[in-house]
């Protein structure tokens, strides 16, 4: 008793923080609101405070469902960074600009010079370890190691640089302890961008591949991550194509937004991930976010490669043009290269649903007295072993209360036992449901084979499949099409079984 005690007490402790933070963080900006440049900036600090706000809300929803998740533990330093930085903002911060120095100024500044590091990288940790909360497998730890050098690389050259500067005040002030000459520093932070920037784009690729390989359930949390991802590039891209653009109040507001949508989409992906289907929108904003940024990179190279010709062949009036003939020459290119953008990431994340009768042989019911049952659920599970690839596969047949295997491949007889389903899993399959089973040996997947009956589903058996080869998940699509592929299965085991009884 004592121990589910002391279990009971984190989500009330995670709750308290948060409570007192957002109270605290509120009041800091409502208190310091004169001292802003204006109205935008004052929205701007509660529209970050809200960002801190939302984010430790969903952390502590997924504490409070499981303590261990590292999910949460991620999204929690954004508030918790964000409070710690209130506070020195508010209680130190009237010191820097007054110019004194003294340990708190120093450690206001140090803190300032490598905090917001600590909030980028937890973002590229969720990608690499969302929804799960762990590695894709082992190979991938490269890309956590090549992050921890980063952030320490980072970490040494903001402590032991020969000054701290203050950002928002332009104040400098020499480091006591800093030993690194400038051009020491800008190497320093140079290797830290290349440990930043790579492993932030292997955390992307990890995405698209835990993606492909996940079952279901997994998949379907991940549609949100995709969408959020989506929706910062859509609104992170404009910053290099127009200049000043960052700089205008839109664009801040439009970064907050984005950048809620993180948390957003995780707490709806991990706490009810069936909410809505978003396949659409994902599929939408992949497409057009991809063919965005290739439009945009050919429009830039195009116009400075022409305005350069025009430039040396008719001199400075004619670079204008320039700009005119690139946006003709993109404008005749968005068809072709939208229907190959399109074309590559349906064919990766978005298959088009396969009719599985087909290269099966229909049978005539008058040659149904030649045929074996055995022979055709033989080369059922061949057939579909060649479209999907799993590893083991096998038909059950009804036989009082349980299922008994009557084909199988990839297994031996005696290592299978007929399959009693439970009182849900018994319901989801009368309701032509397939059933999926993250971690389950040997089969993953189990899908109703049944006739169709006014009154409803008789079911017949189930097909039961393994893990896919490649470690390769099934999608939605592919549940939704074995479960229609049941029914007509069905119809000639149904036939075939009665012929032979």
Known sequence: MEKKHKKSRWPVLVWVFILLATIHNYAVVVLQKDSFAGTSQFISELGWTSVGTVFAIVSALIISNNRRHTIGWLLMLMPIMLTISSILNFFIKPA???????????????????????????IILIFFLFPTGRLISKKWRWGLISLGIGFLVFLFAATFSTFFEDQTSSITV????????????????????????????????????????????????MRWLFMAGAFFLLVYIPTFIFQNYSETTVSGFLFIAS??????????????????????????????????????????GTAALLSQLAKAAFGEDMQQAAAAVAAIVVASLFTPLRTRVEGAINRRLFPENIDLSQGLIELDANLWSWVKLPKVLA????????????????IYLLAGQSYKPVALRGLKRNELKNFVPSKAEQELLEHKKGILTENGKPFVLTVPIYLGRRKGPELLGV??????KQGRGFSGGDIKTLAAFGAKLGEPIYALHSQHK
């Open 379 to 394: 080369s059922t599970l061949e057939h579909l072993e060649a479209i999907y690839g799993h590893e083991q596969s096998a």
């Open 463 to 468: 097909l039961r499949l393994g893990k896919r």
């Open 174 to 221: 020499s480091n006591p302890i800093g030993f690194l000459p400038i051009e020491a520093t800008g190497i320093f932070i140079a290797l830290m961008g290349l440990f930043l920037i790579t492993p932030a784009l292997a955390s992307v690729v990890s995405v698209f591949v835990r993606y492909r390989d996940s079952q279901a359930t997994e998949r379907a949390q």
């Open 96 to 122: 820097v600009q007054a110019g004194q120095v003294n340990f708190a100024v120093y450690f206001y500044l140090w803190f300032n010079s490598w905090s917001w590091w600590i909030l980028i990288g937890s």
């Open 259 to 300: 950048i809620l949508a993180i948390p957003l989409s995780i707490g709806i992906a991990i706490l009810r991930y069936r909410l809505w289907d978003v396949d659409v929108v994902i599929n939408r904003s992949l497409v057009y976010g991809a063919l965005t940024t290739l439009l945009a990179a050919l429009f830039a």
